[in-house]
């Protein structure tokens, strides 16, 4: 069998529940998205006021990897506890990707899952999710830098391309005081 990656739903791997990838799924490049456009009569076209980001939606190919029917019950059960809670309704759970596990979108159940138990060993299905926040998430990075002489400077750079607060603390441990500092925080246009 070829390895297609897996992914992991609260950090706990979907082979925990004997699950496994039918094959690597085409994850979307960027989120649909909504655009805001007004139709003008007699103009040919439409008029574009921009666009927003909408959802990112998931579709991932699996497949339960048991050929025994009682197994299969059981590890249905437990996979579909994981999705809703006790009332039925979809829980937010945090997706990662093996071939990316530092980046993770919240995602929840949507639609439905197709489940055809034509046969004994037919467990493949459609794992549906949507991501209502379509942004891929990284933890925390923090760059630390001791300028002891004036003029000293140092740069730190996101590798993300989303527009990120900075958090920016300045101590001072010396006995003069720290004056006539800038900050420059610059985003970089790309033509």
Known sequence: MVDNGGFTLNAIPATTYGIALVYAPGQPMLPETRDRVAEIPGKAGSYWFGSDAGVRTFSLPCRFETTDPAALDVLIRAFA???TDV???SRALLLSFDDSPTL???VRYAGQIPFDRAWVGCSEFTLNLVSDDPFAYEAEDSTS???TTSGGSFTVASSGN????AKVCITNNGTVP???FTIT????LEV
């Open 162 to 165: 989303i527009s990120t607060p």
């Open 145 to 147: 830098a001791t300028i």
């Open 87 to 89: 009332f039925g309704k």
């Open 81 to 83: 506890r994981i999705l």
């Open 185 to 188: 925080i610059e985003y970089p």
């Open 104 to 106: 993770s979108y919240m």
């Open 178 to 180: 720290v004056t006539g």
